[in-house]
């Protein structure tokens, strides 16, 4: 295994043969889709999704050891850490302060009472602090789901999913019904819609779409074949097995 | 005009009437959604959209007079500001850090020349600092939706958006589709859809909708009354004129 900083820098490791695979998160259920990942696989890297993985996550209030609840008047953590605990956050009025990643909130808490850190178990052993609360999440089904990334795409399995991205004719409404429209009358169940600003101004949108099946499938190349005629706008994110 | 430090504060000032209008940003044309703004329209406040503005947005490179570009080593600013100038920070091999807001980021680079702030022109003057780059984002066409809030509604002027959030029942298949038809069949245009996380773990979203019309006319009326019996949720964020 090897970490790197960034996002776009994994997705780098793997288009250059560093590593075989990438593992990068995709959305969350509280605070939704990964931005910088949605974008750097439709814009910039050329990958596919070989794997997803789901992943529940717990986030805790951490300290120096001995500091009560009283003593805090900081919280330090990444963006998508305090955002998941806005209401425990805001309910102790502690003042936020955003860090790079949830291992450097916890180095810049350490020796100082007035300030705790958000982030999950592993940052206490790494850095000799305490966790004063778990869960502190604001709702209980906290799930994030990565994705492996590859250069080629996995086999068939019976039990496999498809990701897409598209984008539609602007000057032709209910281009994005249409769309939807291949997926019901193949009797296709879609299992994730999103939508993202192409970033060609505003009301223009990629749609990532998760829907049941393998690209081998014959129905599946069919409705991708239908999609194409009908976007103008179509990469094929790849197929893999459901988690 | 009166300034809040967040998001929610603003809504709730304007919940509590300290004041009559509230002005928050709700997309931006790069970075896309504000999560905080959706979701505290849809789960915390009963809040109408009275109006909607749409603000060209330029990045720039921010620096203590005289600082030069190979003096940087660090960039400060807000999580929004940073994503939509991420080529420019990537391009100069910048170290990251993260604010509060990028007034926050201008305030903490004073006097230090290996630091630099990433912000608009207002950040400038404020603190005595220069631009030593302007329009450093990613992309030209950078615009953020604002939205004007208040408790009642706008009447019909001819030019009308509405805007609205629904979710689907989960266990059939083609939800939005049919909800998409609905408008198709009407003839009525879509100018914007999102999907969020409902919160209620990955796969399971809220649809936010825009589109022409306002709720006084017949036909967004019979169209609204479609869409309630055909979802579990629906919550109407108001009929507003369009930009």
Chains 1, 2 share one sequence.
Do not use: W
Request: charged content about 25%.
């Amino acid at each position: 295994m090897v970490p790197y900083c960034t996002i776009p820098a994994v997705m780098e490791s793997v288009v250059k043969d560093e590593c075989s695979l990438g593992v990068v998160p995709i959305e969350n259920s509280i605070e939704g889709p990964v931005g910088i990942t949605l974008d750097s696989l439709a814009h910039k890297y050329d990958l596919k999704i070989f794997k997803e993985i789901i992943i529940p996550i717990n986030q805790n209030l951490i300290v120096n050891p001995g500091c009560k609840l009283e003593d805090i008047k900081e919280v330090y953590s990444h963006a998508q850490a305090l955002a998941q605990c806005r209401d425990f956050v805001n309910k102790h009025n502690f003042q936020q302060h955003y860090a790079v990643s949830t291992a450097r909130a916890a180095k810049d808490i350490i020796g100082d009472n007035s300030k705790a850190a958000i982030g999950n178990r592993k940052i206490v052993e790494l850095y000799g602090l305490e966790i004063l609360k778990s869960n502190i999440q604001d709702m209980d089904n906290n799930e994030t789901r990565f994705v492996v990334l590859s250069k080629k795409c996995h086999k068939r399995t019976g039990r496999d999913k498809t990701s897409i991205i598209f984008s539609i004719y602007e000057d032709k409404p209910g281009g994005l019904y249409r769309i939807l429209g291949i997926f019901e009358k193949n009797n296709i169940n879609l299992t994730k819609i999103e939508s993202r600003p192409s970033k060609k101004g505003l009301g223009k949108y990629l749609f990532f779409v998760d829907f049941n099946g393998h690209m081998d499938d014959e129905i599946i190349q069919n409705i991708l074949k239908e999609i194409e005629e009908n976007t103008y706008y179509l990469k094929v994110l790849g197929s893999y097995p459901e988690f």
